[in-house]
């Protein structure tokens, strides 16, 4: 099972850090995805990283913003988010798939809000 946490709300320009931690399994051979879901709109990968953290993966809407990062220690993967903007207004998911191909990942958990707005 995978729990994200960390989201809240934040005025534009600023930033969050979500959580994504594993319990029942260990995250090392998997690769650890981030999606979100704004109202109204479908599903969207954000950005991806590979179980050995090698090689990373962001949506162009993100790339320069947003860095995911994990530490196998703690069984957990990152998100840092900073300047935000009102369209990263969503629910942020986490995932685990064999490697990062955002339309290979199918289980959600039970996300974490992330509003921005001033």
């Known amino acids: 099972q995978l729990v994200e946490s960390g989201g809240g709300s934040v005025q534009p320009g600023g930033s969050l850090r979500l959580s994504c931690a594993a319990s029942?399994?260990?995250?090392?051979?998997?690769?650890i995805a981030w999606f979100r879901q704004a109202p109204g709109k479908e599903r969207e990968g954000v950005s991806c990283?590979?179980?050995?953290?090698?090689?990373?993966y962001y949506a162009d809407s993100v790339k320069g913003r947003f860095t995911i990062s994990r530490d196998n220690a703690k069984n957990t993967v990152y998100l840092q988010m900073n300047s935000l903007k009102p369209e990263d207004t969503a629910v942020y998911y986490c995932?685990?798939?064999?490697?990062?191909?955002?339309?290979?990942?199918?289980?959600w958990g039970q996300g974490t809000q992330v509003t921005v707005s001033s």
């Open positions: 990283i590979s179980s050995s953290g090698g090689s990373t």
């Open positions: 029942g399994f260990t995250l090392d051979y998997y690769a």
């Open positions: 995932s685990a798939h064999d490697w990062c191909n955002f339309g290979d990942f199918g289980s």
